[in-house]
């Protein structure tokens, strides 16, 4: 299983969000770079990073912030947030970014994922650290949920679709990897949505990212039990729930 320290940016701090609103902020720091730099210390072998000013906007807006990270560490960079077009996504593997993920985009024009991916899914070397290149895919997809459906533009709105219709067709398209984010449980330390996303492993056979909940090492243990490829860990590492050095 692959750990998933995760960096959430807006106004260029590392913040977290309960249950992803955007009125309940905590700052953790006014330097991500600097937690870029501590997590790869404690022995992560790749960092997940949010841009929720570009979630919510519909464009890339913590760009500065984002390449001081991604300089910071020799370990990949995963970035969500705000990424709508294929020049977003040239723009953010131009800044050192490993994996982009796209979500909204994804619910509303599923060819623009299969554009994506046959442009940028394959290596490219000259954008890729040495640390990096046993990862192949560049393209990967956001799927966020509330009790199964399917949100967009920063989860402010809900879709009519599954979380299950929507990751088989990104399946069939060629997507390899989902970030799978169960949005009740996100930054509330109440353990992850494992049924769920165990589910969604087990239909698609592709790597399943649980995202939102994560609270001690338990949790982790119940993640890997279930066979789920990876965990994004959030407010569990920002408020020492779980120290990172003991789960990797």
């Known amino acids: 299983m692959r750990l998933y320290p995760a960096i959430d940016i807006k106004d260029g701090k590392c913040v977290r969000l309960k249950k992803g609103l955007f009125n309940e902020v905590t700052v953790y720091s006014d330097k991500p770079y600097e937690i870029a730099e ?15 000013d570009g979630a919510r906007g519909g464009h890339s807006v913590n760009s500065e ?27 953010v593997l131009n800044l050192g970014i490993y994996r982009a993920i796209i979500g909204t985009k994804a619910v509303e024009n ?34 966020d949920a509330k009790n199964g459906m399917v949100a967009v533009e920063g989860w402010e709105k809900v879709s009519d679709k599954t979380a299950i219709s929507l990751a088989l067709a990104m399946k069939d398209i060629g997507v390899k990897t989902i970030v799978y984010t169960d949005i009740s449980k ?3 330390l109440s353990g992850p ?21 994560m609270s001690c090492m338990d949790d982790l243990r119940n993640v890997y039990k279930a066979g789920i490829h990876g965990a994004i860990m959030g407010k569990s590492l920002y408020e020492k729930k779980i120290i990172l050095k003991d789960a990797v």
Do not use: C, Y
């Not at 947030?81 to 020049?87: A, K, M, Q, S, V």
């Not at 060819?111 to 040495?130: C, M, S, T, W, Y």
């Open 193 to 213: 949505n494992i049924e769920q996303t165990k589910l969604l492993s087990d239909k698609t056979g592709i790597d399943i990212i649980a995202s939102g909940g």
């Open 186 to 188: 996100d930054g509330m």
């Open 65 to 91: 912030t984002i390449k001081k990270i991604v300089d910071s560490v020799s370990v990949p960079v995963q970035l969500g947030g705000g990424i709508r077009t294929l020049e977003d996504i040239e723009t």
């Open 38 to 52: 501590s997590f790869e210390a404690d022995g992560a072998k790749f960092i997940h990073t949010v841009d929720l």
């Open 110 to 143: 599923p060819d623009f994922i299969r554009q994506a991916i046959e442009n940028f899914g394959a290596e490219h070397p000259e954008l890729v650290k040495e640390a990096v290149k046993e990862f192949k895919e560049r393209i990967a997809v956001g799927i």
